[in-house]
């Protein structure tokens, strides 16, 4: 069964940047035709989506955050990451790596992993 | 604000059937496949129905999905408590290169 998860510090400060990791076991990301992606959660709100990378580095993204995003993939590794820059209290979520169906739904989420953005 | 308009609760008594809208446009719902999640308290999201109407394994047929133009329809019948959970649409709209979006959630609860 693929498992995903999330690694990376649970504070960042203010204007610097969040960077996330998503390891995946029980599943090669350069092994199928789908899309990695990462979506956030800021605390009692709703779901966004930020972006997905394709195994070739192909990637989408959310066009409010193109500006300061980066996912990009490892398939030597086996996990893709995201990088966003100058945060600010805007910023603090929990974060969930995924992976895509066929479509764009998603049937397979980490655990999350909750980052504040703190001085 | 988000681009899918979902009522932000819902509720209902036992064995009582439950709809949640989601209310979209041409680009994203008119021209795509919709999504639905259910996200229990402190857990991730699930994935309840995907392709309008389809059900991955493991979803009790008690969860059904419609679409209908530039709109779509998540159905609970025989709600049950553990059905208490918040309940997002999802789908892909075409503007701006393209982009994964979502409603803004509802929040059903079984009384």
New interface residues.
Partial sequence: QLRLQESGPGVVRPAETLSLSCSVFYGAIDGSSYYW?WLRQPPGK????IG?VYYNGNT????SLRSRISISVDTSANRFSLRLRSVSAADTAVY?CARH?V?????A????TLVTVFS | QSVLTQPPSASGTPGQRVTISCFGSNSNIGSNYVFWYQQLPGAAPKLLVYRNNQRPSGVPDRFSGSKSVTSASLAINGLRPEDEADYYCSTWDDSLSGHVVFGGGTKVTVL
């Avoid at chain 1, 479509?103 to 049937?107: A, D, L, S």
């Fill in positions: 992606g709703g779901l966004e989506w997905s989408y993204d959310n066009p969930y169906g479509g764009w739904e998603i049937p989420w980490g655990r999350g």
